[in-house]
């Protein structure tokens, strides 16, 4: 049995009711470790914990909350191709998708450190003479982070980080399937000196822990990135407490495809942005939309690529993708699959289990075409190695049929026409867009969040993660 890895309750590492095995889902024979699971009990002590320590890590000054998110950033850097080993290990991701990973939570890490020096107010003339007004930013309190399994490191540092850059403590609930790169970053950020209580990390069930958490009423604000099922839940959790709610959530992401897109372009962001990372990111294009003077062009050149597309082991040299997550996730695939048959799309590449050295969940990547948007496999994310493609017949229509879903995360076009382009980015109703790049794939400065179905609450990351994590304060005085 290899070493049990604890919860952090209060700055001490402790056992939790059970123990759950991470596992592989490159090779189910491989354990990638033991995780204690927390109990409701495990919860209410770390909520605790993190609303003792809130009042101090509050009046904390901005050089030691730089030196310590510095600390972790250089630590994340330093150590990211053995995290990102763990990341693949324990999610699936390829090797340089998780070292990619596991860099860009150093690098978010580094943003918010300097964050942490650059915290101004206003002071704005008062509408009455002789009176001083100044507008300040305050922590929110004990903040409570629920995170999904499909970026296992990127996630918790885009929380953390600000969470703790502008002044707040921590309970911090991963996603079951990976405890590996949480608790490594959480095992980082104490060693880099965090105050004991500060971040407390409790690793466990959604419905035991993340009840918990949302049930307390001594947690200030919750974070949550994950389904919409759930994030409802969350949603309502919080307006029962009166409390600061932002939600991230599903995606449906369109890309269109106009006549005069460079192919080669195109094929590229449509296999990067629908497959890559199997298919398992809330960004991924999975609706690829299509004007009928390139659409055959295109969807040969597509599945041509496809059938290049080496799918095994996320840890072996070559491999362009990694395993589905799980067997509950590859079973929805398979689902959805089997929807799309019966709804009358043409399955034109892949969607087969295969089979590897190892035993793992390896689906090859799916490409739907002759579909239509009113079709559950175009409506409902899969969130799996599988795309369609919708014929349209100009961009008016491409238009369209991107903006009829119920979500709105990313948006992509690929054209080589600037009014098109630029109609589209004023036009889409998503909260990013991109032109002739894939729909996955954002910088890590500025701000990340969707519209509709896809978000709900202020935006994440950058200096946009301000209005979440501090709650405003205005002052008036008379000399
Ligand atoms: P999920 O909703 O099943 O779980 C997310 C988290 O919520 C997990 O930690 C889980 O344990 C917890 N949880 C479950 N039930 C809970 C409850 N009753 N109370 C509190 N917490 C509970 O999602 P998932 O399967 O881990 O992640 C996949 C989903 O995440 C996809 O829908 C994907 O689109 C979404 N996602 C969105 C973004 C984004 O930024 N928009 C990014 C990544 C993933």
Redesign the pocket.
Known sequence: MSELHHNLIGGEWTDGDDVIANINPSNTDDVVGEYARASEADAARAIAAARDAAPAWAQSGPQQRHDILKAASDEIMTRREELGRLLAREEGKTLPEGIGEAARAGQIFGFFAGECLRQAGDKIASVRPGVDVEITREPVGAVGI??????PIA?PAWKIAPALAYGNTVVF?????VPGCAWALVDILKRAGLPDGVLNLVMG???V???A??DSPDIDAIT????????K??AA?CAEHMRKVQL????KNPLVVLDDAALDTAVECAVNGAFFSTG????ASSRLIVADGIHDRFVAAVTERLKGLVVDDALKEGTHIGPVVDEN?LSQDERYLAIGREEGATLAWGGERLNRDTPGFYLQPALFTETSNDMRINRE?I?GPVASVVRVKDYDEALAVANDTAFG?SAGICTASLKHASHFKRNSEAGMVMVNLPTAGVDYHVP???RKG??YGPR?QGRYAAEFYTTVKTAYTLP
């Open positions: 629920i995170t999904p399994w499909n970026f996630i609930k991963p996603a079951e399937l069930r959604g419905s822990v993340g009840q958490m949302l949550f990135t994950g389904s919409v099922a759930t994030g839940s969350v959790a991230e959530m599903g995606g398992q990111r809330c960004t996730q994310e969130f995360l990340f969040g969707g896809s978000s994440e």
